[in-house]
């Protein structure tokens, strides 16, 4: 007697499924690994980190100086910042590339009024939300209303937002001495086992908290990851996806803001120029931290972990005596690595 395969029926023109086959793949060691991976997508960030620490801390001995360390972590706080607004966006199948000239705008419409205009800092911090959440509403307000893609839209407002960080600062930066010092205390530092951590680190830190929480634990959150991983699905749940969308939007904007008080403490002012490479590092950070730039998956702490592993490259890179220029072309590598193993994972059979 003959076992015939099992196999499910076909639709027309498509070729029969062997579920003998799809059953003996899903029990191989590689499907296995993917199945973990799509289940936990900040594992393999943490597996990445770990070895770039390792390998970086025997190319030099340099990088578990305390001072290095410190440095890694200040450096992190900025890009880190960004990516929890950048995840929000691409948890939605979005992408936003504006973030780096909407954290500089916002931070020179702080530093300039509280410095120039003398109006007191918290005021002036006020001043600069609002410009943040009218810079994220206008980004959603294109995407929504206009129904144009978020990567069109946040090219061109990418263009507008440096534009108007050039008009509004007359393409001058405000030093920190004429800047209040409740603007600039994101930069102050204390000692945690004798490295020297920034307030805008906790910030940073406080901020992925809140988000995470918000993100696992409330409606809205789980609506953000019901529009990322089909709008029409959402839509026919009864979420209204323009509405969701452009509040993704509008809580990047504030976030955005955070970022620009972060980085004005960090660099002692602020400049037109700030944001220049920061779009990229946020996206890379995203992407590598597990957020599948398809939408609809991805956890927030994975960002967090890509932000360190952008950081800790770049370090570990400069220590062992590689030009900018190769520092780039690392993060450009991580990147098409990054998206690769997201589509890999994606293939995973549920």
Known sequence: MTTETAQTSPSPGAKPTDLASEFL???TPLSKLRNILHRYP??????????????FGVISPRFFFVN???????QVAVVGTLAIAQTLVILTAGIDLSVGAIMTLVSLVIAQTASQNHVPAPIALLLGLIVGLLA???NGVLVTRLKLPPFIVTLGTLSIFVALSLL???SASVVGTDIPALITATGKTFQLFGVGITYGVVGMLVLYVVMALVLGRTAWGKHVYAVGDDKEAARLAG??????????????????AVAAWIQIGRADAASPNAGADLNLDSITAVVIGGTSLFGGRGQLWGSLLGALIVGVFRNGLALAGLDV?????AVGVLVIVAVAL??????VRS
């Open 25 to 27: 793949d899903r029990s």
């Open 42 to 55: 900040a594992l393999s960030p943490a597996i990445v980190l770990v070895v770039a620490i390792v390998i």
């Open 68 to 74: 290095n360390l410190s440095l890694i972590t200040q």
């Open 136 to 138: 994220g509403a206008l």
């Open 168 to 170: 509004y600062s007359n």
């Open 239 to 256: 979420i209204s996806v323009n509405r969701v969308l452009l509040s993704v939007y509008v809580v990047a904007g504030a976030i955005l």
């Open 325 to 329: 220029l190769y520092q780039t072309l």
């Open 342 to 347: 997201d589509q890999w994972i994606r293939k």
